[in-house]
Every structure is written in structure tokens, then in C-alpha cells.
């Protein structure tokens, strides 16, 4: 039985990621219906959220640099202006311990992203419900999918070039 628990300790004990800082890189938020002097009733929201990823090594071993960046933009439905506009980079460091060098690239800008969310959730709520609109609850991110867009189109690329 001790050589299950041992085993089963030192599979846990390869993979170590911990998060050493979280931060805001930059943000902005632009509020053209304060601008405008737009009124309540003529305001009709639309939802647009892009989201790209960016990763680097750091100069000390087994640290790395995650940015998510977000760009959410609020349109009015009915004359297409922009209610609002967010944009937010949000990144953290990590310590990351045991992955496998052909994996390395996906676990950065797949699971490293997916432990930042939370934070960028709770941010963007709380910066559009203090600019004056009603909270806005980003949906969660397929960062699998994200990845495998970015994949898909770099390879397109390549294929054109």
C-alpha cells in the first residue's frame, strides 16, 4: 500500500505550477454614453469580446509571463454607435515545473489563462457596473478552442505564403 501512496506522490510531484503574481498590465474604459449625453431609454446593448494570449519566458528558470488581453466593446443595437469600450491586459507569472517540452506552449496559453479568468471575470463586472452600465458577466473562455483557432490560422497563413 506505502508504494501506491509513494507512486502516486511523485506523479503529483511532476507537474508543479504555482502563481507567483497576478496584475494589470493596462486598462481602459471609454464611456461614450457620458460623452454623448445619450438617455437610458435609447440605449440597446450588444456584446462583442475579443480575447488573444500572449506567453514568454522570464530570465529566471522555470518562470514564465502570461498576458490575457480583452477588448470589449458594447454597441447600441439600434443606431450602431458604441456605448462603451474596455480594454483590459490582465497577466500573471507563473512557476511551472514538469511539463513536457512539446506541451509547454498549449499549458501556457490554455491552462495558465483558464487560472487568470476568475480575476478578468470579476474586473470587467465591477469597472462596467462602476462606469455606470449594468455588470457585464463575461462567458467563460474556451481556451482550447482559442488555441486551436490561433493554430489553425498560423497554419493557413504559412500555407499561403
Known amino acids: 500500500m506505502s508504494d501506491e501512496v509513494n507512486g502516486a506522490e511523485g506523479a503529483e510531484q511532476q507537474l508543479r505550477m504555482n502563481i507567483l503574481a497576478q496584475f494589470v498590465r493596462d486598462m481602459s474604459f471609454e464611456n461614450n454614453v457620458a460623452l454623448k449625453g445619450l438617455q437610458a431609454g435609447d440605449i440597446s446593448p450588444e456584446m462583442q469580446v475579443q480575447v488573444s494570449l500572449d506567453a514568454k519566458k522570464r530570465s529566471q528558470d522555470n518562470q514564465y509571463e502570461v498576458i490575457s488581453k480583452f477588448k470589449i466593446t458594447a454597441t447600441n443595437k439600434t443606431d450602431n454607435?458604441?456605448?462603451?469600450?474596455?480594454e483590459l491586459d490582465y497577466g500573471g507569472i507563473f512557476h511551472i515545473e514538469g511539463v513536457p517540452e512539446d506541451q509547454l506552449h498549449p499549458f501556457l496559453l490554455i491552462e495558465?489563462?483558464?487560472q487568470l479568468f476568475p480575476f478578468v471575470r470579476r474586473i470587467v463586472s465591477d469597472v462596467t457596473r462602476d462606469g455606470g452600465f449594468p455588470p457585464f458577466n463575461l462567458e467563460i473562455v474556451d481556451f482550447v478552442g482559442l488555441y486551436r483557432n490561433e493554430l489553425a490560422r498560423r497554419q493557413q497563413a504559412e500555407a499561403e505564403v
Open 112 to 114: 495558465c489563462p483558464r
Open 81 to 86: 454607435t458604441t456605448l462603451y469600450l474596455m
